[in-house]
């Protein structure tokens, strides 16, 4: 049994708008599965955590605050 590979790309949400710009290069160059998204809490910038998931159709698999893993 062959096992699943999982790519994702991982970053700070409090890069605001620059996270798209990220994800937009990386999502160009390889088949990115999910997004890690760190620093989640040390933000006003949050929303950019649905509007990633939304334009790039991916799943959200990992957040992490400064306090810890959230999932």
């Keep these: 049994m062959q096992r699943r ?3 994702h790309v991982g970053l700070r949400c ?5 996270a798209i710009a990220q994800c937009e290069a990386f ?3 390889i088949a990115v ?3 890690c ?3 989640v809490d040390g ?3 949050a929303g950019i955590i649905i509007s990633l998931a939304e334009r790039f159709a991916l799943p ?3 957040v992490e605050s400064e306090r ?3 999932i």
């Design 68 to 70: 810890g893993s959230m």
């Design 14 to 18: 409090s890069q605001g708008q620059n």
């Design 27 to 29: 999502t160009a160059e």
């Design 33 to 35: 599965t999910g997004l």
């Design 5 to 7: 590979r999982t790519k």
């Design 43 to 45: 933000t006003a910038r």
């Design 60 to 62: 959200i698999s990992y």
């Design 37 to 39: 998204l760190t620093k």
